[in-house]
């Protein structure tokens, strides 16, 4: 099977998918796809995702789109290294925290609406970063007292090991320092992200060890 990634090194799904594709050991070809400049809505880039978001994942020849599907045929295709625990309610409780991050704090504060809150704001740069972290905060706030009830173990949210929960909280994390969050608030969130960047895997997978990271 052939898999080629089309995303961006600080992108937060693309991010995710890298993640889950380490995690797992699937091999995979990385296209860098440069939202800096707009390669996203090149006619090129387009007939692969019509969209012109990130990531795109190529799967012999056919393309998926949008990280939560995309997570989901991961999880599905390579069973291997389980994302989600067996039980049905413990699977629904991490499927939760990761939606937490990827429907309700994610799509506030990424690039085309920190861009447009920007210029509403008459082109202040502080004003759209504000923004961020108002919404990441607010979502930080319900994400650690939940972690905090959660039955994580060796610093992870659910269980001994990463879990969907990681995959989609590192990526968040980098976004938090990047605006500036102060994480001081969230001691457990931070340790879970701790936990998880020390896996070689995730390593791997960090914006700053991608080839198109600038």
């Known amino acids: 099977m052939k898999l080629v990634l089309h995303g961006y090194f600080r992108s937060g799904t693309s991010y995710r998918t890298r993640l889950a594709l380490n995690w797992k050991g699937v091999e995979y070809q990385y296209v860098a796809v440069n939202l800096a400049t707009g390669e996203q809505h090149s006619d090129a ?9 990130v990531p795109a994942l190529e799967v012999d020849g056919q393309v998926l789109t949008q990280s939560v599907s995309i997570l989901e045929w991961i999880e599905e295709a390579f069973p291997q290294r389980p994302l989600l625990p067996n039980d049905p309610m413990d699977r629904a409780r991490v499927r939760a925290f990761a939606a937490a991050i990827g429907c309700d704090i994610h799509p ?39 972690a905090e009830q959660a039955d994580g173990q060796n610093g992870f949210i659910f269980g001994n090991g990463p879990s969907l929960a990681e995959i989609y909280l590192l990526p968040q994390m980098f976004n938090a320092r990047r605006f500036g969050v102060d994480l001081t608030p969230y001691p457990r969130l931070v340790a879970a992200d701790d936990a998880a960047r020390a896996l070689p895997e995730f390593e791997r997978a960090a914006p700053e060890n991608q080839p198109d990271a600038v």
Request: charged fraction near 25%; proline fraction near 2%; glycine fraction near 8%.
């Open 108 to 146: 506030l504060q990424n690039l085309r609406i920190l861009k447009k809150a920007r210029a509403l704001s008459g082109d202040d740069a502080e004003a759209g970063l504000a923004w961020a972290r108002h919404w990441i905060s607010l979502g930080f706030e319900a994400l650690e007292k939940l």
């Open 45 to 53: 880039y387009k007939a692969l995702n019509p969209q012109g978001l």
